[in-house]
């Protein structure tokens, strides 16, 4: 038990000066390969704590030079811009003056639902709220509003197409039918469904409107009441 105790302890003062010496980011927002770092260390770091036939200064050996290699890579990313971009990404404008970038969503592996929600975090509800948005290469998410981005969100939207796909649950609380987005479709030059990025509409009849490969349109239906 004594050796156990022991061990436990060089292992944890170890990891925490490494932790410590890899610097505040670290502890923080990190890149994917400190994500890895931190992962493996602490895995490195149990086999030695439970495993007594293994020599202690094996796990240290294993820590110690997966922090040489943080050090290694975290040079790289200081001194080598394509560097950088290799190993630590960069960020991904998913939203422009022209709307959504449904390319760079894809290459995030993430699709309009996940930018709405992350839009909804961050306090913007409406997709014409905002004037730019991206993901950072860490996975953070930011916004840049417009001016009267208050005044745009009266209501809250809710999807009703996506990726030319109709939510069926969403389109009954509109009460209206499928007929009726169809017809909205039709009079802005869409007669396909798949060809619709996403379609939006708040309670009080605003549209929010994006085929694919084309800028967004905001259009305002004449609704005798709000719904929500």
């Given at each position: 038990?004594?050796i156990?105790?022991?061990?436990?302890?060089?292992i944890f003062?170890?990891?925490?000066?490494v932790?410590?010496?890899?610097?505040?980011?670290?502890i923080?927002?990190?890149?994917?390969?400190?994500?890895?770092i931190?992962?493996?260390?602490?895995e490195?770091?149990c086999?030695p704590m439970?495993?007594?036939?293994?020599p202690l200064v094996y796990?240290l050996?294993?820590i110690?030079t997966?922090?040489?290699?943080?050090?290694?890579?975290?040079?790289i990313d200081?001194?080598w811009?394509?560097g950088k971009?290799?190993v630590?990404?960069?960020?991904?404008?998913?939203?422009?003056k022209?709307?959504?970038d449904d390319?760079?969503l894809?290459k995030n592996n993430l699709?309009?639902s996940?930018?709405?929600e992350?839009l909804?975090i961050?306090?913007?509800?409406?997709?014409d709220?905002v004037?730019?948005?991206l993901?950072e290469?860490?996975?953070?998410?930011s916004?840049l509003?417009?001016p009267?981005?208050?005044?745009l969100q009266?209501?809250?939207?809710?999807?009703i197409?996506d990726?030319?796909?109709?939510d069926?649950?969403n389109?009954?609380?509109?009460?209206?039918d499928?007929?009726?987005y169809?017809?909205?479709?039709?009079g802005?030059g869409?007669?396909?469904?798949?060809?619709?990025?996403v379609?939006?509409v708040?309670g009080?009849g605003?549209?929010y409107?994006?085929?694919?490969?084309k800028?967004?349109?905001?259009?305002n239906l004449?609704?005798?009441?709000?719904?929500w």
């Amino acid at each position: 038990m004594a050796i156990i105790f022991v061990r436990t302890v060089v292992i944890f003062i170890t990891v925490l000066i490494v932790m410590r010496l890899m610097g505040k980011r670290q502890i923080g927002e990190m890149q994917p390969y400190e994500l890895v770092i931190t992962l493996v260390i602490s895995e490195l770091a149990c086999i030695p704590m439970g495993d007594p036939s293994i020599p202690l200064v094996y796990g240290l050996m294993a820590i110690l030079t997966i922090y040489f290699l943080h050090q290694a890579i975290c040079l790289i990313d200081l001194k080598w811009n394509a560097g950088k971009k290799l190993v630590s990404g960069s960020p991904n404008i998913v939203i422009n003056k022209n709307g959504i970038d449904d390319a760079e969503l894809k290459k995030n592996n993430l699709d309009v639902s996940d930018l709405i929600e992350s839009l909804r975090i961050e306090g913007y509800f409406s997709l014409d709220a905002v004037d730019y948005a991206l993901y950072e290469s860490e996975g953070t998410f930011s916004a840049l509003p417009k001016p009267d981005y208050e005044n745009l969100q009266n209501s809250l939207p809710i999807i009703i197409i996506d990726e030319g796909q109709f939510d069926e649950k969403n389109v009954a609380l509109t009460k209206r039918d499928k007929a009726y987005y169809l017809d909205i479709l039709k009079g802005q030059g869409c007669d396909e469904l798949k060809n619709v990025l996403v379609l939006t509409v708040d309670g009080n009849g605003k549209v929010y409107l994006q085929q694919k490969g084309k800028k967004y349109v905001v259009l305002n239906l004449q609704w005798e009441e709000s719904l929500w």
